[in-house]
Nanobody, 121 residues
Framework: QVQLVESGGGLVQAGGSLRLSCAASGSIFSINAMGWYRQAPGKQRDVVATITSSGSTNYADSVKGRFTVSRDNAKNTVYLQMNSLKPEDTSVYYC???????????????WGQGTQVTVSS
């Protein structure tokens, strides 16, 4: 089995910064893409940023220039540095990873439990 554990959420004032971390553990053979999604109450879950195993990144237009996604392949960990936070960034943030386990041949998507980010105005 694979577990994704997020940390780093919290309450911050507008203009502030937060750094989210997500560590994958378990019977991991390899990890392909990793990323961050967010879901506000009553809304769908949307992609925030993704990063491939080779380091190529993609961002939602709403966070370009403010958020930076990175990863440490040796630690099976993905990060999201969030700067210049806005009240509209308030959401539950979920990490996601495409993982191949030692017992499998395909990459499957796994999700973290989510971490709350609240930005006050």
């Amino acid at each position: 089995q694979v577990q994704l554990v997020e940390s780093g959420g919290g309450l911050v004032q507008a203009g502030g910064s937060l750094r989210l971390s997500c560590a994958a553990s378990g019977s991991i053979f390899s990890i392909n893409a990793m990323g961050w999604y967010r879901q506000a109450p009553g809304k769908q879950r949307d992609v925030v940023a993704t990063i491939t195993s080779s380091g190529s990144t993609n961002y939602a237009d709403s966070v370009k220039g403010r958020f930076t996604v990175s990863r440490d392949n040796a630690k099976n960990t993905v990060y999201l540095q969030m700067n210049s936070l806005k009240p509209e960034d308030t959401s539950v943030y979920y990490c996601n990873a495409q993982v191949r386990t030692y017992s499998g041949i395909n990459y499957l998507r796994y999700w973290g439990q989510g971490t709350q980010v609240t930005v006050s105005s």
